[in-house]
């Protein structure tokens, strides 16, 4: 005899004797046996005639009994449309002050034995409460496999509003356990939203999502830290804000603003049970978790969750990739390479290579002249793996190479070695100019290596094609052309291009354009007209400092912003210093050196200019001093090398020669192409008497100064 | 019936074909002539003419009018086309052709923001686990010092505009995109598709155009209303398959660059939506246990 409530077959003593209904046999049967337990502890703390009006009260509750039997049987079926008309017949708002009493009534702690204490005989069994509560289930159940997801959802509300009336609190372990009544009411709770969002209610859904998680329902906490990871998402993508219930604000500065906010909570509360053991690692989190800060710029913190995670969870290679990424998006790109370099470290010989990380230790590398040497190993290890690369990739780490090598060569303190390395540099860029003539970086970066070489034709193509490509960002591009048709000594194409550009660039660009037009109209000189750019460069500083009324705490630049700033107005102090010791107004030019060291002390510019004012003035030795300081803050500043050797000179004994001549030389070293170093070998050898040798010196300096920018390119 | 609305719908069949008069008499006009299926497709197909952008233009104009309108259900109908009129504008800049109607419109999106933001960023705190909250208890003492605000900015300050330049550019388009993700649950999924579309476009280039740079400013917000489309509503197909497309485009494209924000928000999307779309992985818990099937 099957058990049609708690579906368990059953054996019983005795076949059952009265000749009623199906369904009442199966009710007595049933409350005798499967639920012995509490048949018993009936017959223990309820006197005998309390038993027997339960019994009367439980064959009153019959009709309702039958038809949730029944409607589950046509559910069980798949007959959803006949197993709805059954449910219809239950009055469910009727029962539901009753089913609320009585969960009230019987799952209350029990004081042993005492006599006050009866149970009233009308109120329900926990049985039938948990039947009813099953039927409300299964009727939305069947409305959504009919797609009536919004009726479903009603429906479904009301099992939540049943026992939430009863428990206001939330329910404590040990209440319910031993029925299914808890089980019915956890169905519930995970359904409930799922239909909301069904119907296209995301605003109920996030609020059903909430009922189930701010009280405790003594839920498994696996199913829990699913529907709070459900709720996550739908805060993350939903696209409706639905704010917080006044009553559940009042935790402060804690509560959450806002559907991201909320959401983060959720996704870091579920991140501290993973790292708690409370639940397993799982991808779906981490995943929204990696959106909702790479979203919010949380790149430092996303990477310490990617840290915490266990070995094993990612790869190892993988992982420092992951982590070489967020440094790196958070500005921090030392430490990005420092994981990347571990990539292709010795620990990961014996694997298969990521070729994702090596490029973008490649790319990195490439940002910073320091990492040269880095970049290079990185680019080759890409490019001599090249049946496992594609061809965009190839060309991406041939561009990369190129650009190492040009740095390489420009930290390089050999000469031959510097010529190797521009070689290579010009090779890799233009290889990788077969596969990939579209990208922009590359033809700047052809342009600027060439025009570093001199190669001032094909830098001049190369610039004028950049300016085409781009229109975002186009800042630098602008800035070299002017620069290397400065170098062609087509000073006014390059003031027209600077005219041109201003309009188009961005206020920081803006700035570094000033200067330069300033600068070429010194090296045409011009210098009325430079004062006056600096004059309204430096005024355009002075207004961006400016407090504006509406800008509360938030900073107008960024930080980078900001340093950028300041150096410019420090270079523009120290040309302005430039000029006025040109033309003799030491005053103005003091002036203008100690406003630049005001900015900054530790500029070996600064020095050198006070230098330079000094050197005009005659005063040899505070000369020889402020170069000297300059050269201490930067040993390799080759201005300073070149003015001490000609400040030497000038002190014309001797043994100064021979010094001023290692000092230039030094300068050589660093910087072959200076032509004031070159041409001051030329003087030295001319007061030595070497004649013939002086002249080569000479004609070296003279071809350099006709290639020279009037600013390095950089 | 608002007037504006009536006037506006008026002005706009002397730019159309024809407008349905499911539109012009409905009860409520605003609504209609957002979701209504015919008038989309015209001004869709319009605003995609080779010459749609140009400062004459009076499609153009009828949209930057009506999002001037007081009836904020009218400015739905403009936002509608925010999709549309980025995508068309960012791939034409490289062609040089006049944009002055387009960018009039992004520009009175940006203006609108700007005013209704009042010189504020947009963030978020993100919370420090050490204080209790809704969801949680605080593990081990709670220290009672004041928690520290730990801001993470969503969007930052806006300046004001009145014109566009090219370093403003992404930053103006990207705040008509973020004006856009704020009335993203009334967008009809068409439109949403459209955003979708264009996202391929941009991420990919078509063959003989380039592709449009994607700075942050840019990626950021599409990556918000490409994660909508995704992941956040449930019930168009449709949508989903263009979100997807759009997702393994913007993924390759951000390997491509080799940028590592891209990298780290596209490669998630991928991975939540191969979960999305496998419904093995998917567990429901709210099956009803059929183990114990009657059977009389």
Sequence with gaps: MLCACSGEQFKFEDAPQSPESLATRDFSASGLSSRTGEWESKLDDVQVDEAESTLKEALSLNYEEARALLGRLEYQRGNFDAALQVFQGIDIKGLTPRMTRAIVERTRQRKPRSKGDIISSSVMSMHSVSLLLEAILLKAKSLEELGHFRDAAKECNIILEVVEAAFPNGMHEGIAEDCKLQEMFHKALELLPNLWKKAGFLSEAITAYRRVLVKPWNLDPLRKANVQKDLAATLLYGGVETSLPAHLQVWGSATPNGNMEEAILLLLILMQKVAYGEIEWDADVMDHLTFAFTVTGQFELLASFVEQALPGIYERANRWYLLALCYAAAGQNEVALNLLKKVSGQSEAKHKPHIPALLFGAKLSSQDAKHAHHGITFARNVIDLADQVNEHFKGQAHKFLGVCYGNAARISISDSERALFQKESLASLNSAALNMKEDPELVFNLSFENAVQRNLDVAFENAMAYSNMVSEDSGRGWRLLALILSADRRFRDAETILEFSLDEVGSLDQLELLRLRAVLQIAQEQPKEAIETYRILLSLIQAQREPQSNNSESAKNSDLENVAERKIEMAAWQDLAAIYTKVGSWRDAEICVNKAKSVELYSPKSWHTSGLLFEAQSLYKEALVSFSIALSIEPDYVPSIVSTAIVLIQLGSQSSLPIARSFLMNALRLEPTNHDAWMNLGLISKLEGSLEQAAEYFQAAYELEMSAPVEAFK | ?296
């Design chain 2, 1 to 296: 019936m608002s007037s504006s609305a009536t006037s506006c719908i008026q002005t706009l069949s002397s730019i159309l074909s024809a407008v349905p008069s499911s539109v012009s008499s409905s009860s409520n006009p605003s609504f209609s002539l957002l979701h209504d299926p015919t008038v989309s497709a015209e001004i869709s197909s319009l605003l995609r003419h080779p010459d749609s952008g140009s400062g004459d233009n009076n499609l153009c104009r009828w949209l930057y009018d009506t999002f001037y309108s007081t009836d904020p259900e009218l400015k739905l109908v403009v936002l509608r086309y925010v999709p549309i009129i980025a995508g068309v504008y960012l791939t034409r800049i490289a062609l040089r052709k006049s944009l002055a109607g387009f960018e009039a419109i992004l520009l009175a999106l940006y203006a609108h923001e700007t005013t209704a933001r009042d010189g504020q960023p947009v963030s978020v705190n993100v919370p420090d686990l050490s204080q209790p909250s809704i969801y949680h208890d605080a593990k081990g003492s709670v220290k009672n010092k004041t928690t520290e605000l730990n801001l993470a900015v969503i969007s930052p300050t806006l300046e004001p505009h009145g014109t566009m330049r090219s370093s403003r550019r992404a930053r103006i388009v990207g705040v008509a995109l973020e004006l856009y993700y704020t009335k993203i649950s009334q967008m009809p999924a068409r439109s949403k598709v459209e955003f979708c579309e264009f996202c391929d476009i941009w991420a990919a280039g078509v063959k003989n155009e380039r592709r449009i740079p994607l700075p942050w400013e840019l990626l950021q917000p599409s990556l918000r209303i490409l994660g909508h489309c995704l992941l956040g509503s449930h019930n168009s197909k449709e949508l989903f398959e263009a979100a997807s497309s759009a997702t393994v485009s913007l993924y390759r494209r951000s390997l491509h660059d080799i940028d590592a924000k891209a990298i780290l928000a596209t490669g998630s999307l991928l991975r939540l939506e191969k979960m999305a779309s496998d419904p093995k992985l998917s567990v429901d818990h709210t099956e009803i246990d059929m183990s114990n099937v009657l059977s009389l």
